[in-house]
């Protein structure tokens, strides 16, 4: 499989907990995103990595989100004291160099319900 | 402030004929675009981009148009396909990629090609 793997599909939690997810991406892409979407709206720009270094987060990411990509590989994103707004679709996307031939691979995404 | 408009949440085309998808931006900053398509269950896949320098780009059945001074671009399929039917999602960033990453997106829209 060459695309961008995102784990759980799913995850449904209660107010309050702590989620984390998971991602994969293509493994030559040195840039990863993560996204969040909510119902009829497009993703919108949470943070992103340059190998393992973080480079930019959006005033969107509160206190609460932390994300981290050890040794430029894999990414996890978590949500502390989660809140039902939170409820989403986090989506990751990989791309390669900054080629402008090369667009962003997408993850399908993790579903998060806070109940 | 919405700063990036898909207008119409839907559209409906005959197999064979164009698929004319629209796109206004508000913000002056933006001069790279994205044109992203999604199925369902299925993360956005990247289409076609363009970069403010050009007004057009095509990539087989599909043509990006770029009108800086109405701030509007579409997205031309010809000849549309039943296959073609998802959501399609309108980006804009300042910069190209690594910063099309950072993209701002529109809600979407659905196109259905009928048989």
């Known amino acids: 499989d060459t695309g961008v793997s995102q784990d759980p599909r799913h995850k449904i939690t209660k107010r309050g907990q702590n989620v984390t997810f998971r991602c994969d991406p293509i493994?030559?892409?040195?840039?990863l995103y993560w996204y969040r979407q909510t119902l009829g709206q497009g993703p919108e720009f949470l943070t992103y990595f340059q190998n393992e270094a973080q480079l930019e987060k959006s005033r969107l990411l509160s206190d609460r989100f932390s994300a981290e990509r050890p040794k430029g590989s894999f990414s996890t994103l978590e949500i502390q004291r989660t809140e039902q707004g939170d409820s989403a679709m986090y989506l990751c996307a990989s791309t390669k160099g900054i080629d402008r031939s090369y667009g962003y691979t997408f993850g399908s995404g993790t579903r998060l319900t806070v109940v | 402030d919405q700063q990036v408009k898909q207008n119409s949440p839907s559209l409906s085309v005959q197999e064979g004929r164009i698929s004319i998808l629209n796109c206004d931006y508000t913000n002056s900053m933006f001069d790279y675009f994205l044109w992203y398509k999604k199925y369902p269950a299925e993360g956005p896949t990247f289409l076609i981009s363009?970069?403010?320098?050009?007004d057009k780009n095509e990539d087989g059945r599909f043509t990006v148009f770029l009108n800086k001074s109405a701030k509007h671009l579409s997205l031309h399929i010809v000849p549309s396909q039943p296959g073609d039917s998802a959501v399609y999602f309108c980006?804009?960033?300042?910069?190209?990629?690594?910063?099309?990453?950072?993209?701002?997106f529109g809600d979407g829209t659905t196109l259905t090609v009928k048989p």
């Open positions: 493994s030559e892409h040195n840039r």
């Open positions: 980006a804009a960033s300042v910069g190209p990629p690594p910063n099309a990453g950072k993209s701002t």
């Open positions: 363009i970069s403010s320098i050009k």
